[in-house]
């Protein structure tokens, strides 16, 4: 059981793109593991690879949805799909969304409803998922950390200065922040 530092908004590695995964190997099996340790012990629904400093293309999950159903994986080098994302204004009690690379912290954003994520296993096996709502939300976001976004990176003026506030006042928003799950407890 490792859990790995998650960086914060401001670290390089978040804001970057990050590179293909061309080796299956036992290290990559190895942080894959601590990966799941590590967003367990956040606890979150979701956790990309730079968001523990490695700037590869790789992402993990683990979401039940409102039918019990686990929803878990490992997904490297993902292709997804989207439906148009609704226009007009995000709602505050529905879709509200929240980082471990900005802890503590929610913002409204509106994601599509319906995604299609093809992406390979730890086993090197092509896998597709259908989702939608949370999952496809889950799948949006953590896809975008693979290209150096972050959701605070979508969200409108308003929120957006909100989440710009909260960094500077924390001291984040610059390279080398990071907490621990379970060494590090930070205040809402
Ligand atoms: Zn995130």
Redo the contacts with the bound molecule.
Sequence with gaps: MAVLPIRISGDPVLHERASEVTIFDDALAALVADMFDTMEAAPGVGLAAP?VGIGLRLFVFNWVDDDHVLWRGTAINPELWITPTPIGEADEENESEG???IPGERYPLRRAERAILRATDLEGQVFEIIAEGWLARIFQ?EYD?LDGI??ADRLDPIHAKAAAKVLRKQGWGVPEQAWTPGVDHLED
């Design positions: 968001q980082c471990l690379s976001h950390h972050l959701y």
